[in-house]
């Protein structure tokens, strides 16, 4: 391990966040290693293809560590899991199946890591948690924060619920853990921000999760704040961008739309409802990309 830098393995790497994520890491000084159920483009990147609803791959996937084509296994092989691996979206698989390959990975790190001594985990965990779909359901009060009602409205939102649960309990079992969740928002590349314009005449396409989104860069960068927290035990965190996806100003949206949500403050302009005071406060967490950016 080079210096002072901390080891990371990145679950799901070679997905939506973690194409963005492993440079961001890489570019951060930290040694990056990916586990992923497809191989690496990249004949040069460090990675292990397995299968993580699978516990021996998971076990022998999180102690594999080197360049050394014959390094072996060993305990403790990274400072911090980062755990994105997931089917990202309800109904892409039967619910069964998406609820059993979910729950069956995210157990699986959580505990293999556990047993290899590995007490840091940066785990992606949903905005849908507490209760997205919005346009399904009530909003008690505004803005949404991390003190919300949790609720599984489908499958993949279950996940979530539960997934948050199990990572409290491996933390109440074991002080020495922390389990990050953070809820991340509606992940956007620079290259989706074009569709943006469509939902302008239009805001009940976007009430689902109140306008809310992340900048893919910015989930990066929030990812990167949990993985030098180092707080035991679990905590939940929203990772949302400081503005919705709307001109339209929020207090507008909040009239029209939830009329009877209590308001704890006033809204400026188009400020996102999703609150990410918290992770701001706690984590250091700053956005700096908007969907408003020139390209």
Same mark, same amino acid.
């Given at each position: 391990?080079?210096?002072? =830098?901390?080891?990371?393995?990145?679950?799901?790497?070679?997905?939506?966040?973690?194409?963005?994520?492993?440079?961001?890491?890489?570019?951060?000084?930290? +040694?990056?290693?990916?586990? @992923?159920?497809? /191989?690496?483009?990249?004949?040069?990147?460090?990675?292990?293809?397995?299968?993580?609803? +699978?516990?021996?791959?998971?076990?022998? /996937?999180? =102690?594999?560590?080197?360049?050394?084509?014959?390094?072996?296994?060993?305990?403790?092989?990274?400072?911090?899991?980062?755990?994105?691996?997931?089917?990202?979206?309800?109904?892409?698989?039967?619910? =069964?199946?998406?609820?059993?390959?979910?729950?069956?990975?995210?157990?699986?790190?959580?505990?293999?890591?556990?047993?290899?001594?590995?007490?840091?985990?940066?785990? /992606?965990?949903?905005?849908?948690?507490?209760?997205?779909?919005?346009?399904?359901?009530?909003?008690?009060?505004?803005?949404? +924060?991390?003190? #919300?009602?949790?609720?599984? #409205?489908?499958?993949?939102?279950?996940?979530?619920?539960?997934?948050?649960?199990?990572?409290?309990?491996?933390?109440?079992? @074991?002080?020495?853990?922390?389990?990050?969740?953070?809820?991340?928002?509606?992940?956007?590349?620079?290259?989706?921000?074009?569709?943006?314009?469509?939902?302008?005449?239009?805001?009940?396409?976007?009430?689902? %999760?109140?306008?809310?989104?992340?900048? %893919?860069?910015?989930?990066?960068?929030?990812?990167?704040?949990?993985?030098?927290?180092?707080?035991?035990?679990?905590?939940?965190?929203?990772?949302?961008?400081?503005?919705?996806?709307?001109?339209?100003?929020?207090?507008?949206?909040? +009239?029209? #739309?939830?009329?009877?949500?209590?308001?704890?403050?006033?809204?400026?302009?188009?400020?996102?409802?999703?609150?990410?005071?918290?992770?701001?406060?706690?984590?250091?967490?700053?956005?700096?990309?908007?969907?408003?950016?020139?390209?």
């Amino acid at each position: 391990m080079p210096g002072d =830098s901390k080891r990371i393995a990145v679950t799901g790497g070679h997905g939506k966040v973690g194409k963005v994520l492993v440079p961001y890491l890489k570019d951060k000084g930290y +040694d990056v290693f990916v586990i @992923d159920r497809d /191989a690496p483009s990249d004949p040069d990147e460090l990675a292990m293809v397995a299968d993580l609803t +699978d516990f021996g791959q998971t076990l022998d /996937a999180l =102690s594999s560590v080197g360049e050394d084509t014959y390094a072996r296994a060993e305990p403790r092989a990274f400072d911090v899991v980062v755990h994105l691996a997931s089917i990202p979206h309800p109904r892409m698989l039967p619910d =069964s199946d998406e609820f059993r390959l979910n729950m069956m990975a995210t157990y699986n790190v959580f505990e293999a890591a556990r047993r290899l001594g590995i007490k840091d985990i940066v785990w /992606a965990a949903s905005e849908v948690g507490i209760g997205v779909p919005f346009d399904k359901t009530d909003v008690p009060y505004v803005p949404v +924060d991390e003190d #919300y009602p949790m609720r599984g #409205y489908n499958v993949y939102a279950l996940t979530k619920v539960l997934g948050e649960e199990m990572a409290r309990q491996f933390c109440l079992n @074991d002080p020495e853990m922390r389990i990050t969740c953070l809820r991340l928002s509606n992940v956007m590349d620079p290259e989706e921000y074009a569709k943006f314009e469509g939902w302008q005449d239009d805001p009940t396409r976007r009430l689902w %999760n109140l306008w809310t989104y992340i900048d %893919n860069r910015d989930a990066a960068q929030g990812i990167e704040c949990a993985v030098r927290y180092d707080v035991r035990g679990k905590d939940a965190f929203l990772i949302t961008n400081d503005e919705t996806v709307m001109r339209r100003p929020t207090a507008e949206l909040l +009239d029209r #739309y939830y009329p009877q949500a209590e308001r704890k403050k006033a809204f400026t302009g188009n400020e996102v409802i999703l609150s990410n005071a918290k992770a701001k406060r706690v984590l250091g967490f700053k956005p700096v990309h908007r969907w408003t950016d020139p390209a």
